[in-house]
């Protein structure tokens, strides 16, 4: 089969989830046997989104190839549990930079460099990309940002050339929003409308609408926008407010989005989808009853997508673990040792995040301290780990003023400092340690029991490291190192034994958790978590 090209644009405004969309339409691709891929094309300048504040774009995810990445390629792995890579996500400042730096080359023999058609043939290309390894039948391109912007200009241009290069090869699905008012009680078409006509303006005909909505869309109303649109009545769909986005897919299904893509794409006798393992996800995670609740502490705690992987790691594992997980989200900068008992002691299990720069670390000591004290079980991620690392050399080996070089330069206990690589970079951008590295653990050691192996792989962001040569002084006081490059000796997990369950690690094992393969440490964490909760209960 020849690759087909299915792209997702946006319209009226952003957030509708296009991103869970494109995951749906993959998960159920894949499902029928087809191989998938799905990349994100971003509108903005920035090389990629690793530079960006969370509060600009919500968490950054990363690829196994140490791309730092948009969060919905986080939603693509967690959906379809295929691993994308650097070019799964192109934004326009590397469209720009590699055009630039032909130009500099002199690859364009002298003509003048333009959008039309330097910049688009660039997109072009990007777009194609995977396409042309020959290893998809269908690569899903979700282009960021809303129909109407003028910085999607270039690349929906680059979707019109494509569409009518590609013929019955090219698929577009355009989602927009019908808003309610609550005051007329009537749901408004206006603005589809305005956002198909904007798209066509522009040169393209979506060939399927998805109407994200907060209230069920009638018959009626669907063959209206069909109608104005240019659209197949069948080809319009609705995508109401769900309880969990993992529903997504099979209310797709119910409707057909698939079916109208394969119809579009000229796909015939297309097996039908296997989604019993996603079903099976499904009812677990209905029949759970109790709850059990999760702390996680951080800075960035009132941002919805701040934390996503890690939340949605631990909905999988406790839908995994037979339980509902409530996520009680802790302001680090507010946690004081007067206040900790009050805001701590009720939870099951603490999370203390990931994260850079001192703003709230002071309070993630407080915490774990607290932690540590009372036994509750408590997982560490990345700076988690490294704060871990801190509290215990300040409470527990007597360092007083312990730290990272990165919180105190001057500390006279550096327990956590640049790595040695990384001390001559200036430059932020995608300098870190950045994606999978191997990590051997220990026998008989929690951790390896999680993962029930003593090799693993798994994807980091940092820039600082566990100091060795304070290695025997954390042994011998209880903290174990139980888990370490194979190559470089670098920690990357630390356990006190004794305790219920108190493991940091400095890879980021939410990276790698999806709905049909949990992270085994989620799982074992969770596990601690249910256990404490029933213990706490039976007492
Ligand atoms: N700021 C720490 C470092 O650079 C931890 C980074 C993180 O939590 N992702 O090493």
């Given at each position: 089969?020849?690759?087909?090209?299915?792209?997702?644009?946006?319209g009226?405004?952003?957030?509708?989830?296009?991103?869970?969309?494109?995951?749906?339409?993959?998960?159920?691709?894949?499902?029928?046997?087809?191989?998938?891929?799905?990349?994100?094309?971003?509108?903005?300048?920035?090389i990629?989104?690793?530079?960006?504040?969370?509060?600009?774009?919500?968490?950054?995810?990363?690829?196994?190839?140490?791309?730092?990445?948009?969060?919905?390629l986080?939603?693509?792995?967690?959906?379809?549990?295929?691993?994308t890579?650097?070019?799964?996500?192109i934004?326009?400042?590397?469209?720009?930079?590699?055009?630039?730096?032909?130009?500099r080359?002199?690859?364009?023999l002298?003509?003048?460099?333009q959008?039309?058609?330097?910049?688009?043939?660039?997109?072009k290309?990007?777009?194609?990309?995977?396409?042309?390894?020959?290893?998809?039948?269908?690569?899903?391109t979700?282009?960021?940002?809303?129909?109407?912007?003028?910085?999607?200009?270039?690349?929906?241009?680059?979707?019109?050339?494509?569409r009518?290069?590609?013929?019955?090869?090219?698929?577009?699905?355009?989602?927009?929003?019908?808003?309610?008012?609550?005051?007329?009680?009537?749901?408004?078409?206006?603005?589809?409308?305005?956002?198909?006509?904007?798209?066509?303006?522009?040169?393209?005909?979506?060939?399927?609408?998805?109407?994200?909505?907060?209230?069920?869309?009638?018959?009626?109303?669907?063959?209206?926008?069909?109608?104005?649109?240019n659209?197949?009545?069948?080809?319009?769909?609705?995508?109401?407010?769900?309880?969990?986005?993992?529903?997504?897919?099979?209310?797709?299904?119910?409707?057909?989005?698939?079916?109208?893509?394969?119809?579009?794409?000229?796909?015939?006798?297309?097996?039908?989808?296997?989604?019993?393992?996603?079903?099976?996800?499904?009812?677990?995670?209905?029949t759970?009853?109790?709850?059990?609740?999760?702390?996680?502490?951080?800075?960035?705690?009132?941002?919805?997508?701040?934390?996503?992987?890690?939340?949605?790691?631990l909905?999988?594992?406790?839908?995994?673990?037979?339980?509902?997980?409530?996520?009680?989200?802790?302001?680090?900068?507010?946690?004081?040792?007067?206040?900790?008992?009050?805001?701590?002691?009720?939870?099951?299990?603490?999370?203390?995040?990931?994260?850079?720069?001192?703003?709230?670390?002071?309070?993630?000591?407080?915490?774990?301290?607290?932690?540590?004290?009372?036994?509750?079980?408590?997982?560490?991620?990345?700076?988690?780990m490294?704060?871990?690392?801190?509290?215990?050399?300040?409470?527990?080996?007597?360092?007083?003023?312990?730290?990272?070089?990165?919180m105190?330069?001057?500390?006279?206990?550096?327990?956590?400092?640049?790595?040695?690589?990384?001390?001559?970079?200036?430059?932020?951008?995608?300098?870190?340690?950045?994606?999978?590295?191997?990590?051997?653990l220990?026998?008989?050691?929690?951790?390896?029991?999680?993962?029930?192996?003593?090799?693993?792989?798994?994807?980091?962001?940092?820039?600082?490291?566990?100091?060795?040569?304070?290695?025997?002084?954390?042994?011998?006081a209880?903290?174990?190192?139980?888990?370490?490059n194979?190559?470089?000796?670098?920690?990357?997990?630390?356990?006190?034994?004794?305790?219920?369950?108190f493991?940091?690690?400095?890879?980021?094992?939410?990276?790698?958790?999806?709905v049909?393969?949990?992270?085994p440490?989620?799982?074992?964490?969770?596990?601690?978590?249910?256990?404490?909760?029933?213990?706490?209960?039976?007492?």
């Open positions: 089969m020849e690759t087909k090209y299915i792209f997702v644009t946006g009226v405004v952003s957030s509708l989830g296009k991103g869970i969309i494109s995951s749906s339409l993959a998960c159920l691709l894949k499902a029928r046997g087809y191989r998938v891929t799905i990349q994100k094309f971003d509108p903005y300048i920035n990629d989104p690793g530079t960006l504040n969370p509060y600009e774009h919500g968490e950054c995810y990363v690829t196994v190839d140490g791309h730092e990445a948009d969060l919905d986080g939603h693509y792995e967690r959906f379809t549990d295929i691993q890579t650097r070019a799964n996500n934004t326009t400042g590397r469209i720009y930079q590699s055009v630039i730096d032909k130009e080359r002199g690859d364009y002298g003509k003048t460099v959008i039309v058609p330097h910049i688009t043939d660039e997109i290309r990007a777009v194609k990309r995977l396409g042309n390894t020959g290893n998809f039948d269908f690569v899903i979700e282009i960021g940002g809303v129909v109407g912007d003028i910085e999607s200009l270039p690349f929906l241009e680059a979707v019109r050339q494509l009518w290069e590609l013929g019955s090869n090219s698929v577009c699905v355009h989602l927009t929003y019908v808003p309610y008012i609550a005051a007329a009680k009537e749901l408004k078409t206006k603005p589809t409308q305005h956002s198909v006509k904007k798209l066509q303006e522009l040169g393209i005909q979506p060939d399927a609408l998805v109407l994200r909505a907060e209230h069920h869309i009638s018959n009626e109303m669907r063959r209206k926008i069909a109608l104005f649109c659209v197949a009545p069948d080809s319009v769909v609705q995508s109401i407010d769900v309880d969990t986005i993992y529903r997504v897919p099979l209310r797709m299904h119910e409707q057909g989005l698939d079916e109208i893509v394969l119809r579009k794409a000229a796909v015939t006798n297309a097996p039908e989808p296997d989604m019993k393992p996603w079903c099976d996800f499904l009812d677990k995670m209905d759970a009853s109790h709850v059990v609740t999760v702390g996680l502490v951080g800075k960035y705690v009132e941002l919805q997508d701040a934390y996503k992987s890690i939340d949605e790691s909905f999988q594992a406790a839908t995994y673990n037979g339980h509902k997980v409530k996520i009680k989200y802790i302001h680090s900068e507010k946690l004081t040792d007067d206040n900790v008992e009050q805001k701590l002691s009720a939870l099951d299990g603490v999370i203390i995040a990931p994260g850079f720069g001192n703003r709230g670390i002071e309070g993630k000591f407080v915490a774990l301290k607290y932690c540590r004290e009372h036994d509750i079980p408590t997982f560490g991620i990345c700076l988690g490294q704060c871990m690392v801190i509290e215990f050399a300040r409470n527990v080996l007597g360092l007083k003023d312990a730290n990272s070089t990165e105190n330069p001057g500390t006279p206990d550096n327990v956590i400092d640049l790595m040695e690589e990384q001390k001559s970079i200036s430059n932020l951008g995608g300098t870190m340690r950045l994606g999978a590295y191997e990590c051997q220990t026998p008989g050691s929690r951790v390896a029991e999680a993962y029930g192996k003593y090799v693993v792989s798994e994807r980091h962001r940092h820039r600082f490291e566990f100091n060795n040569s304070y290695r025997e002084a954390f042994e011998r209880g903290m174990s190192c139980v888990g370490q194979p190559a470089t000796r670098l920690v990357e997990v630390v356990e006190i034994p004794g305790k219920r369950w493991i940091g690690t400095q890879y980021h094992p939410e990276y790698s958790s999806t049909l393969h949990p992270n440490i989620f799982l074992s964490f969770m596990k601690a978590v249910i256990d404490y909760h029933n213990e706490k209960e039976n007492n």
